[in-house]
């Protein structure tokens, strides 16, 4: 029920409407005080030197992070996970150092939820100051209100179906996901879900596991507890790896049950190992209890579908097989081969056409015969994109981004890095998906990093065999997408 008020304009009762915190001078207390708490705590980590300072007087701490300059202690975090640091090139470039940090706050208003990102950015260039000095500003990123069906953005009135996340769940890092990383929340006031949407979930029983997160997706916490039947038994199991962690991804059908039943044998080895979402799929598809095949397979089940579709192989030997390729995607352009194999009717009960040797030269082979030299108008069309997306060029003092412009550009790229980036080609030419490539300006003929954008967006940045990017090469990355500009 809302609270009716009286209205002095039109002098009559109108009922209350809740007024959102817009920015910090609405934030309570409370909110202010655990956003300082976690931020005060911040470790500045450097990259270089593998060093962690004290964030107010930059001194290094000592071996038991505490501070030798001003005495602050620390808590001790390790500059390879996310945890509770600010991380840094050099300390000499303190000046350019911006993180940002991310906050979840439930509150309840009139039985409805609403929850709230804020974003705290944390710079150390302060122009008051003649010194670095660290300075935090908070804005409230997004408002949500959420239903028990759907979660309505108070910001831009945007509404999502819970239904919708459920049948393109594939994308379900679309929603909300771009604030996994780094992010905090706050579960003091858990008890307060108790008479909402929420008061299936027992949510507020997983208490201590959230308050220890710091990487957490808005799917997670709203469209997992709300809208999953079979949430609140994993609750009930403990078994929060699972419920917290891209549970969109699980169909809760007869055979999740069955295997969420501890007389079958696999509920203990699933939590021993911490699944999440996708190892909890890979293990349906296989059965086994192989951590390492699981670990391999995990996220690639619709992929396996398609391979078992044109040819059921032995998953041991395909692990096997792809490993030997040099390449984390290679279950992807083996099952492209085998589609393009089947197409043109080559013989798969061949174990050479089965298993080739080189599996990129027989790919490519099949790619260029049976998907682009068919296509005529291909390079025009790479061209003419490129020249479009041309006005999302980077430059620094070190380092340029700009679009692929041709086929041969593509492949080139693709050979360079080990990567899949040639099979983006015809998704290229119709803007589907954009393809830039991030060279050192002083080697501007060899590759570097190969980046995937879509609708804005990076998707992908990989060096060489598709590794993962240097943390300050991934800031600049990072830095050039909240400018990139899309090309309808
Ligand atoms: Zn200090």
Same mark, same amino acid.
């Given at each position: 029920m809302k609270q009716l008020m009286f209205d002095e304009k039109s002098g009559k009762l109108v009922e209350e409407i809740y007024n959102y915190w817009?920015?910090?001078? &609405?934030? @309570?207390d409370y909110v202010k005080k655990f956003i300082k708490q976690i931020s005060d705590k911040m470790v500045i980590y450097e990259l270089k030197g593998n060093k962690y300072f004290c964030n107010k007087c930059f001194k290094e701490l000592d071996e038991n992070f505490n501070c030798p300059g001003c005495g602050k202690p620390y808590p001790k975090v390790n500059g390879q996970q996310n945890r509770g640091i600010l991380p840094i090139r050099k300390m000499t470039n303190i000046k350019d150092l911006t993180n940002f940090v991310y906050y979840y706050f439930w509150e309840v208003y009139e039985d409805e939820v609403y929850l709230y990102v804020i974003r705290e950015k944390i710079y150390f260039d302060n122009p008051i100051m003649c010194m670095p000095f660290k300075t935090s500003s908070l804005v409230t990123e997004a408002v949500y209100h959420i239903k028990q069906d759907r979660y309505i953005s108070? *910001? !831009?009135?945007e509404v999502v179906y819970f239904e919708e996340i459920k049948e393109n769940r594939q994308i379900g890092e679309d929603y909300g996901g771009f604030y996994q990383m780094n992010s905090y929340i706050y579960t003091d006031? +858990? &008890?307060? +879900? %108790?008479?909402?949407?929420?008061?299936?979930?027992? *949510?507020?029983?997983a208490k201590d596991y959230l308050s220890n997160l710091d990487f957490l997706g808005f799917l997670d916490i709203t469209y997992a507890p709300v809208? *999953? @039947?079979g949430f609140e038994n994993l609750i009930k199991l403990k078994f929060y790896s699972l419920a917290f962690n891209e549970l969109y991804e699980v169909d809760f059908d007869e055979e999740t049950k069955w295997f969420l039943n501890k007389k079958n044998g696999y509920l203990d080895f699933m939590m021993e190992n911490n699944f999440n979402g996708p190892m909890f799929n890979a293990l349906k598809k296989l059965?086994? %209890?192989d951590e390492e095949l699981i670990n391999y397979y995990c996220g690639w089940c619709e992929v396996i579908e398609d391979i078992e579709a044109i040819k059921v192989v032995d998953v041991s030997k395909l692990r096997n097989y792809l490993m030997k390729q040099e390449n984390e995607f290679a279950i992807i352009d083996y099952r492209d081969y085998l589609h393009w194999a089947s197409v043109v009717g080559l013989d798969l009960d061949d174990k050479n056409v089965l298993w080739p040797n080189d599996l990129m030269t027989a790919h490519d082979e099949l790619y260029l015969q049976v998907? +682009? +030299? @068919? !296509? %005529? !108008?291909l390079a025009e069309r790479i061209k003419s994109i490129a020249k479009r997306l041309a006005i999302n060029k980077y430059e620094d003092d070190d380092y340029v981004i700009f679009p692929a412009d041709s086929i041969e550009s593509l492949l080139e790229e693709s050979r360079m890095q080990h990567n899949c980036v040639r099979t983006y080609c015809i998704d290229y030419s119709y803007n589907k998906t954009q393809i830039y490539l991030m060279r050192k300006k002083n080697s501007l003929k060899k590759s570097f990093v190969t980046i995937e954008v879509k609708n804005g967006k990076v998707v992908q940045a990989r060096a060489k065999y598709n590794e993962a990017v240097d943390e300050d090469v991934l800031r600049i990355i990072k830095e050039w997408e909240r400018n990139i500009k899309v090309i309808s």
């Open positions: 817009q920015n910090e001078s &609405d934030y @309570p108070l *910001i !831009d009135n006031n +858990l &008890d307060n +879900l %108790k008479n909402t949407v929420y008061r299936y979930s027992r *949510i507020w029983e809208y *999953i @039947p059965k086994v %209890k998907e +682009l +030299l @068919p !296509d %005529k !108008d």
